[in-house]
T-cell receptor
Framework: EPEVTQTPSHQVTQMGQEVILRCVPI?????FYWYRQILGQKVEFLVS????????KSEIFDDQFSVERPDGSNFTLKIRSTKLEDSAMYFC?????????????FGSGTQLSVL | GNSVTQMEGPVTLSEEAFLTINCTYT??????LFWYVQYPGEGLQLLLK?????DKGSNKGFEATYRKETTSFHLEKGSVQVSDSAVYFC???????????FGSGTRLSIRP
């Protein structure tokens, strides 16, 4: 089965530094997502992306966050100035279409630790 | 707003035991309901789904029935195996189908 690939699997950074989390969605997919899970809490929606623009974002996705699909294969999440509370597991996902009958494929996540 | 509440873990069972992981939801309209599973070192995978009331989703011996009257979607399996050890997430997609909302996950460990 095709896979969504995320790199790195674990990223450690200092507070205030910029980080870029990378994802390679499945090649023919059109919808892209980022979710995150703070330890012990719910998996939270951050942002969805379609047709080279953000289609929806949550309250968490403030001005410190941005997403980009720079080259038609990668899908990146940038955190401009990390805070301690950004420490979480970040999941990328992609799908061919929208809707309940459309399968969402997730990557295995990037564990971000902000010190 | 829409939300999902699921049974806190961890849950530890012996092989061949019966499993129930409770899940309830709050949503406007008629959401679709899902169970996702995350095996160690892997991404979230769809386990099963139900898109309308009284539907039963099933896969790999797991079942869950969409109960509108109790706003529940409990996950069950009659006889668990060691290979079922994973984290299980209950989730919903609202009628706008714009995103999936997850619960906090339940870690399941099966003893041989």
């Amino acid at each position: 089965e095709p896979e969504v690939t995320q790199t790195p699997s674990h990223q450690v950074t200092q507070m205030g530094q910029e980080v870029i989390l990378r994802c390679v969605p499945i090649s023919n997919h059109l919808y892209f997502y980022w979710y995150r899970q703070i330890l012990g809490q719910k998996v939270e929606f951050l942002v969805s992306f379609y047709n080279n623009e953000i289609s929806e974002k949550s309250e968490i996705f403030d001005d410190q966050f941005s997403v980009e699909r720079p080259d038609g294969s990668n899908f990146t999440l940038k955190i401009r100035s990390t805070k301690l509370e950004d420490s979480a597991m970040y999941f990328c996902a992609s799908s061919l279409d929208r809707g309940a009958n459309e399968k969402l494929f997730f990557g295995s996540g990037t564990q971000l630790s902000v010190l | 707003g829409n939300s999902v509440t699921q049974m806190e873990g961890p849950v530890t069972l012996s092989e061949e035991a019966f499993l129930t992981i409770n899940c309830t939801y709050t949503a406007t309209g008629y959401p679709s309901l899902f169970w996702y599973v995350q095996y160690p070192g892997e991404g979230l995978q769809l386990l099963l789904k139900a898109t309308k009331a009284d539907d039963k989703g099933s896969n790999k011996g797991f079942e869950a029935t969409y109960r509108k009257e109790t706003t529940s979607f409990h996950l069950e399996k009659g006889s668990v195996q060691v290979s079922d050890s994973a984290v299980y997430f209950c989730a919903l997609m609202d009628s706008s189908a714009s995103k999936i909302i997850f619960g906090s996950g339940t870690r399941l460990s099966i003893r041989p």
